[in-house]
């Protein structure tokens, strides 16, 4: 098994590659994290408060530099998602395995944030395409969640095609206690 904390695979096809988020990306990411627009697709539970709006250049290099520190104490990786055609960061893919008191204890989660331009079935079915396959090699994992809103109907889509189911269960935030819901599975 490769250890996603010690080489960083990218994932590539035709239209998008997926490759560890750089400094370099904040220009192009701030296009997206200052979106307003692609703002309700973010999923922030459990992330003490941050919503993920990133309005400055500044702030979003400040969230670069925590999730590049956030990957060398192992805690997550943060892919950026470059659209080939475009040849720009279109947004990124968060990963990670959670350990927890809760029904996803020792899943796999997956944080898919784009702009509101990409938020297309297609596109999204896509880029799922690419990254939860290996995702459970590299995360030690047999299912993969992730959060999808009611009023996501691209994203629901694209989930569902993929092979995600709506789960009953509700995700306890282990830094507040809070049950969130809106969560969808898929298993190995």
């Not at 979003?60 to 999730?67: E, S, T």
């Not at 040849?87 to 784009?114: P, Q, Y």
Request: charged residues 30%; hydrophobic residues 40%.
């Amino acid at each position: 098994m490769t250890d996603v904390y010690s080489n960083c695979p990218a994932f590539e096809d035709d239209k998008y590659l997926l490759r560890f988020v750089e400094e370099q990306d904040a220009d192009d990411l701030l296009q997206v994290y200052s979106d307003k627009n692609a703002l309700p697709f973010f999923n922030s539970d459990n992330c003490d408060g941050d919503n993920f709006y990133y309005p400055t250049k500044e702030k979003m290099l400040d969230a670069i530099k925590f999730w590049l520190s956030s990957y060398e104490t192992k805690w997550f990786v943060r892919f950026t998602i470059i659209d080939k055609a475009a040849s720009k960061a279109i947004g990124t893919v968060e990963l990670f395995h959670r350990d927890s008191d809760d029904a996803f204890s020792g899943d796999g989660v997956l944080r898919l944030d784009v702009g509101s331009a990409y938020e297309k079935e297609s596109v999204l079915y896509d880029i799922i395409s690419l990254i939860v396959p290996p995702a459970f090699e590299l995360f030690n994992c047999d299912e993969i969640i992730t959060k999808v809103p009611d009023y996501a109907v691209e994203r629901i889509k694209a989930v569902q095609k993929f092979g995600f189911i709506k789960s009953k269960d509700l995700l306890i935030g282990t830094h507040d206690g809070y049950a969130y819901k809106g969560y969808w599975e898929i298993q190995k």
